[in-house]
């Protein structure tokens, strides 16, 4: 399980997670959703040790977080953006990745459910946005972690990569791992998720199971739950947001 404790973020002036406290369980889907700039990006940085926080505990099954950054590999991260050296090519990056953990045992699931070996060769910097989102997976995927980090996953895949990739993120939760999505389409995140959590200006609004979202705000549908978490928010704010 991974706790986040009073997690707190600023740049410069800007608060950008302010004192945000979240469990994700294993064996379980986590949505993590909120508005453009709320903060999820900043959230997976500081889980990822990408960002330091100014405040706050990260706990790893009730143990404070290694300061040395040991508790990373039990982590796998898909970015919003990956970027591998442009001139490797699909084969070297896989190759690089395994070079660098020669006794990690290799998960290849989805280097093959992608077919990213008909690529072996090709510079990662000449491939669509989409293949490169394959690549990222595929790595992300590679050494069985214990915690899936998915940033935005299904932007760019076409339809049957993106079903391909919900199958294998079913199945890692099928193997009691954890798994944290961020995704603007919420009807894709209620296909999957267990438990959602909700930011907006760096606060987490609701953090709970999809059902218990559906119960408070009366509705059936992630989406118009999520509209009612915001409009409740302007209603409190005096319409002021
Ligand atoms: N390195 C940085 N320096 C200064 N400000 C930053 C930095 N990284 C993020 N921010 C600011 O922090 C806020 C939260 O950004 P973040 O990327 O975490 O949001 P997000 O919820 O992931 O947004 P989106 O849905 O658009 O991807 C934004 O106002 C952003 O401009």
Known sequence: MITLDSM???????????GVSLSLEPGRIAALVGPNGSGKTTLIKCILGLARADAG???????????DGAYRARIGYAPQAPHFPANLAVGEVFAMLQALRPTASVDETLLD????????ATPVGTLSGG??????????????????ILDEPTAGLDPIAAGLLKHAIRAARAEGRTVLI?????????????????LTDGRLRFAGSVQALL????????EPAI?????????ANGGAR
Do not use: M
Request: cysteine-free.
């Open 131 to 148: 293949w490169r989102q394959k690549v990222s997976l595929a790595a992300a995927w590679l050494f069985r972690p214990d915690v899936l």
């Open 182 to 198: 961020t995704s603007h389409i919420l009807s894709e995140l209620e296909e999957l998720a267990d438990d959602v959590a909700f």
């Open 215 to 222: 119960a408070e705000t009366g509705t059936r549908r992630l």
């Open 57 to 67: 505990r990260l706990l790893l099954d009730g143990t404070p977080a290694d300061a």
């Open 227 to 235: 509209a009612a978490l915001l409009r409740g928010l302007k209603v």
């Open 113 to 120: 459910e992608f077919s990213l070996r008909a690529e072996w």
């Open 8 to 18: 707190r973020k600023a740049f410069g002036t800007r608060t950008v997670l302010d």
